[in-house]
Nanobody, 113 residues
């Protein structure tokens, strides 16, 4: 199982980015998939999650971020709109599959003018 994130970078406040997580070794339709983020000195926090039951986002990102998956390309996305400086963090893709948890290497998002 491998998760490879991409799409991070530097963006101005109010801008948008779309993060991608290419999955291999399993089918995204059969896993619970999440995006987390972490800043230095803080715990990793859940940003958004998608399962067969639907999607959830945390209170800080609700209405601005959305998670989706593309079964054809086996990819998970995080669309981030109206970005704020406090969204600056390293973003990680997470998959829960067959009772095991997998992480990607992360991609840095910096929101700054």
């Amino acid at each position: 199982v491998e998760l490879v994130e991409s799409g991070g970078g530097l963006v101005q406040p109010g801008g948008s980015l779309r993060l991608s997580c290419a999955a291999s070794g399993f089918t995204v339709s059969r896993a619970a998939l999440s995006w987390y983020r972490q800043t230095p000195g803080k715990e990793r926090e859940l940003v958004a999650r998608i399962t067969r039951a639907g999607t959830t986002t945390n209170n800080d990102t609700s209405g601005r971020f959305s998670i989706s998956k593309d079964i054809a390309t086996n990819t998970v996305y995080l669309q981030m709109n109206s970005l704020k400086p406090e969204d600056t963090a390293k973003y990680y893709c997470n998959a829960e599959y067959q009772w095991l948890t997998y992480w990607g290497q992360g991609t840095q998002v910096t929101v700054s003018s």
